[in-house]
T-cell receptor, first 114, second 115 residues
């Protein structure tokens, strides 16, 4: 069975602070894929990134960066110099050979205060 | 281009009523998924279609839940004899290809409230 754990249910930071959202996963699949989605107050999940299990290279996209470590089964997400518009619920998700569906974590609500 | 659309956006049903939720995926997308998101939780998988074929319905919580995609495009999720525990946001997602590696594009969801 697959499982995704986001231990931080809610984080509050002041604008311009850096913040890291943690994600730990469990899977028996050899090949699997990790995702991050953003859910703003409007409710629509927005795709941010996908990594496959064979690619542990970290990725940076503007103020966003992702750290994938197979040794600790973690796929953490860092926002540098946070902005009020980053306020949302962020979900980490996993898919694999067992099926095409996504298994989501419980989400982390990020509040960025001005 | 147009994204995934869902209707209605909000639905209030009395316990015992039947409801039908519609999903219009992105044109040409082969895969279509339904998820249920309870308040304050992550989405949970309900069912998956590849074109018109329902390949996985392991997440449907009971036989009161039924989904179809007869022509491989629009999909309908039907809930019979609604119960209060069915109150949730129902999310539809589509993907251009079939396979676990492709990102899914989500619609805005239908918020179902059962009174």
């Amino acid at each position: 069975a697959q499982k995704v754990t986001q231990a931080q249910t809610e984080i509050s930071v002041v604008e311009k602070e850096d913040v890291t959202l943690d994600c730990v996963y469990e899977t028996r699949d050899t090949t699997y894929y990790l995702f991050w989605y953003k859910q703003p107050p409007s409710g629509e999940l927005v795709f941010l990134i996908r990594r496959n299990s064979f690619d542990e290279q970290n990725e940076i996209s503007g103020r966003y960066s992702w750290n994938f470590q197979k040794s600790t089964s973690s796929f953490n997400f860092t926002i540098t110099a946070s902005q009020v518009v980053d306020s949302a619920v962020y979900f980490c998700a996993l898919s694999g050979d067992a099926g095409n569906m996504l298994t989501f974590g419980g989400g982390t609500r990020l509040m960025v205060k001005p | 281009g147009a994204g995934v659309s869902q209707s209605p956006r909000y639905k209030v049903a009395k316990r015992g009523q039947d409801v039908a939720l519609r999903c219009d995926p992105i044109s040409g997308h082969v895969s279509l998924f339904w998820y249920q998101q309870a308040l304050g939780q992550g989405p949970e998988f309900l069912t998956y279609f590849q074109n018109e074929a329902q390949l996985d319905k392991s997440g449907l919580p009971s036989d009161r839940f039924f989904a179809e995609r007869p022509e491989g495009s629009v999909s309908t999720l039907k809930i019979q004899r609604t119960q209060q525990e069915d109150s949730a946001v129902y999310l539809c997602a589509s993907s251009f290809f079939q396979g676990p590696s492709y990102e899914q594009y989500f619609g805005p969801g239908t918020r179902l409230t059962v009174t």
